[in-house]
């Protein structure tokens, strides 16, 4: 599987199977299971997900050596602004059932603590509880702050990054930092029009691809991990396919002129939660 390099040596495999919306703990289970199955070896889950104990033991009866996968999952708000860093992961991973996840975010930044909580981050990264620790939903700003303040740089950004959202100013920055940029919400989150917009269409035919893996293949391309949802087999194995898109310079760019700042989710400069 093809793979990026973190700044910390480890490597993080460009699609992963998202888990986010799949509350029921029977289905969870099953899209984990069905993922390992077809080959994804990177799961996406977070403590507000609500879901890590069916992820935990779908990896567990997957066969899978736990070694073999890197699993991410997220530090929530609540406990961001508590200062419960070393609370929160070990919980997470007492539900997951190891004693590591891969890559520890920080879901969102909190205003008052996306740069404090990170001598927390270190500390659990220091004691071995998560491989690697990360951001997600920071933008240039709080980065440079993050960069400014502390001592490691984040291994990841997790941001939302669809063709009507580009970001490509914030991957730029991420790149030119070694910080990996991550897409979540890759497909449109189920939102959007944008598997049907004609110009992903057009190249879809014309590389012989299925929308999904144009607009997934885009992003890999530009350097970001992918980590889409899917509960059905099908299109997960249809998503993971997406490491075989290879689009021309002018095919990338036609799909990065779609961007029009469009978001799905929350704008991080302004969350309520
Ligand atoms: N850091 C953050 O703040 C944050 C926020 C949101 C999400 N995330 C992470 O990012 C992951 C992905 O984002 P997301 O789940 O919001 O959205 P997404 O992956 O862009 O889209 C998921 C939607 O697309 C559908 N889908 C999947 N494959 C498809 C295909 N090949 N063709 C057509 N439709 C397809 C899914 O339906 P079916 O399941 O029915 O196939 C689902 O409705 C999440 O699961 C989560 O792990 C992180």
Known sequence: MKAYKLNSGLSIPSVGIGVFRVEDAAIAYDTVK???SVGYRHIDTAMIYGNEESVGKAILDSGVPREEIFLTTKLWNDDQRKGTVEEAIKLSLKKLGTDYVDLYLVHWPVKETYVTIWKAMEKVYREGLAKAIGVSNYNIHHLEDLLKETGTVPVVNQIECYPYLAQQ?????????GIVPEAWGPL????????VNPVIVELAKKYAKTPAQIVLGWNIQR??????KSVHR???????EAL?????????KKITALNKNLRLGSDPDNITF
């Not at 100013?169 to 930092?177: G, N």
């Open 34 to 36: 069905s993922a390992l």
């Open 169 to 177: 100013e914030l991957v730029d920055y991420c790149l030119s930092k």
């Open 188 to 195: 449109g989150a189920g939102k959007s029009d944008v598997l």
């Open 223 to 228: 350097g970001l991990v992918v980590i889409p």
């Open 234 to 240: 099908q299109r997960q194995e249809e998503n993971l």
């Open 244 to 252: 075989n898109v290879n689009l021309g310079e002018e095919d990338l």
